[in-house]
């Protein structure tokens, strides 16, 4: 392709863009095999066919965005065109003068959403418009309103939305390609035999540990509680359904809305405390089944702490109760002998074992908790060779603080120089970060979403073999849970596959029209 000197695309690359180039596409590519590399080539075609429009490349945070103007940069010729990054940290006056020269712009969605509705310039002369992580096109309402008045402003409109997985449900996937205009869906796994060619062999191990017999009695007595207050909210006609964490979380933002609303009822105003109070028992038992000791007793010093203070009176009669007490006692003194949940065991053992055979090892380990991610990293810190970090987010919601932007950079600098050898993450490292290649990546648990299950295992055996590892605690919420994704990314599969018969019989699916459309009419 003209312009285009140092790459050469594969097979599955040229196919995939010779569909972009005549249909509304949404690309399904695993991590690591060249999404960006489409995206530029079908920048180079539509600014060929139009020339002095431009193209808009949007991404979920500004490091993303960040990466992909790097990436243009470094394979296309300088006099191609102007390239700018648009940020929060720009005003908007100038960020109305760059858009005037810029011929392509990379932003997140809510720099430009926020442009746009203040009407600092319009999407006319955009020929393409690119959304990175397409399967945030749900809730992301920025990437869907861009979207939207893209449709309605472009004079040579088109979209491509580019993700690793969209998810499971054919309704979400269906709603993205209906909020992008989708008129084919180009879908690669692991799997497929034009794909497989240029990946490296990934081991896969699923490693089961029994839960502790030590914890036996803490875990049962939480059930014991938590099925109080379950039975507590059914008997007060305010929970009918399941009680899982998720659905209590629910059904608590339900309540406090219809408190809010100023309807006083009495079982509700109980319902609401007794539903707040079954919660922290689920993410107890959920700490103590699937995370670390230290966390489990953090967790419940904290909710001691809280009674203390007076902060909430459903918090002092749960912290009061006799058999809280044993659990809490019995947690400290596991932990002053030294007790530990065999996950955190497995973990060192996995990094002896795989740093005697590879002294250059480079690890990802994932873990849902900031707590969890810090408490490994302290302990592996003190193996021999292991230099391990925290990775995560920049919220301060707890002990741990938060990491910003300029943080995380650096952080993935050391790891890319092997100054660090070892990543401790949460799922700030799942998506779009231009993380080096790794050796191995651990799940401390499995998750039930398809699209995060197959975002963290795509940050390995890209150029080189590697190895997946799965932590699971028997009799737990671990075995579900792996079980599930497994079979929402088989659905997932299903899913595009029956859209993509769908989009050939009726074509795109059809957007629900605008009050702009509605006045052209």
């Avoid at 998810?167 to 008129?183: A, H, Q, T």
């Avoid at 309540?255 to 689920?282: E, L, V, W």
């Avoid at 009061?320 to 003194?333: D, G, H, M, R, T």
């Amino acid at each position: 392709m003209e312009f285009l000197e140092k790459i050469k695309p594969r097979k599955y690359q040229q196919e995939i863009f010779e569909t972009c180039k005549d249909k509304n596409c949404l690309v399904v590519l695993p991590t690591g095999l060249g999404k960006t590399l489409i995206a530029l080539m079908l920048t180079i075609e539509r600014m060929k066919l139009f020339p002095g429009e431009k193209v808009l490349f949007l991404a979920p945070t500004k490091p993303l965005a960040e990466q992909h103007l790097k990436y243009f940069k470094r394979n296309l010729p300088e006099l191609f065109g102007e390239m700018q990054l648009f940020t929060g940290s720009v005003n908007t006056e100038k960020r109305k003068k760059i858009w005037q020269t810029a011929d392509i712009i990379f932003s997140t969605p809510q720099c430009i959403a926020n442009d746009l509705k203040k009407r600092m310039y319009s999407l006319k002369d955009v020929c393409l418009l690119i959304e990175d992580e397409a399967h945030r096109c749900i809730k992301n309402y920025d990437y869907r309103y861009i979207a939207e008045e893209y449709k309605n402003q472009s004079n040579h409109p088109r979209i491509i939305g580019l993700t690793a997985s969209p998810g499971s449900e054919k309704s979400k996937i269906k709603e993205i390609c209906k909020n992008l205009s989708i008129e084919e869906v180009e879908l690669r796994t692991r799997d497929s035999s034009d794909v497989k060619e240029h990946l490296q062999e990934l081991e896969f191990e699923k490693i089961m540990l029994d839960f502790p017999a030590e914890f036996q009695d803490m875990r049962h007595i939480l059930l014991k509680l938590f099925g109080e207050y379950v039975s507590e909210l059914r008997e007060r006609k305010v929970l009918f359904g399941p009680a899982s964490k998720t659905d209590l979380i629910n059904l608590q933002k339900k309540i406090s809305s219809t408190i809010s609303s100023n309807y006083k009822n009495f079982n509700y105003m109980r319902g609401a405390s007794a539903c707040a109070q079954a919660i922290k028992i689920q993410h107890a038992l959920e700490l103590l089944e699937t995370q670390t000791l230290e966390g489990f007793y953090k967790y419940l010093k904290g909710l001691f702490d809280q009674a203390s203070k007076k902060q909430s009176k459903g918090v002092i009669k749960l912290v009061s109760k006799p058999e809280f007490n044993f659990i809490y006692s019995q947690a400290n003194e596991l932990l002053a002998k030294k007790v530990e949940h065999p996950k955190m065991q497995e973990i060192i053992s996995i990094i002896k074992r795989e740093r005697e055979f590879n002294k250059n090892l480079k690890m990802i380990i994932f873990t849902q908790f900031r707590e969890t991610a810090g408490n490994i990293s302290r302990r592996i810190n003190e193996i021999e060779g292991v230099k391990s970090k925290v990775f995560i987010g920049q919220a301060k919601k707890d002990s741990l603080g938060g990491l910003n932007q300029k943080q995380q950079k650096k952080i993935i600098e050391e790891f890319s120089e092997g100054k660090i050898n070892v990543l401790c993450a949460t799922c700030i490292a799942e998506e779009g970060l231009d993380i080096p290649e790794v050796n191995i990546v651990v799940f401390y648990e499995p998750i039930p979403s398809a699209i995060r299950t197959i975002q963290r295992a795509g940050r390995t055996a890209r150029l080189m073999k590697g190895k997946l590892i799965i932590l699971i605690t028997k009799k737990t919420r671990d075995e579900a849970f792996f079980y599930v994704a497994k079979s929402r990314e088989k659905k997932m599969k299903t899913a595009i596959e029956s859209i993509k018969e769908d989009l050939s019989k009726e074509g795109p699916i059809k957007t629900i029209k605008t009050e702009v459309q509605k006045k052209l009419e």
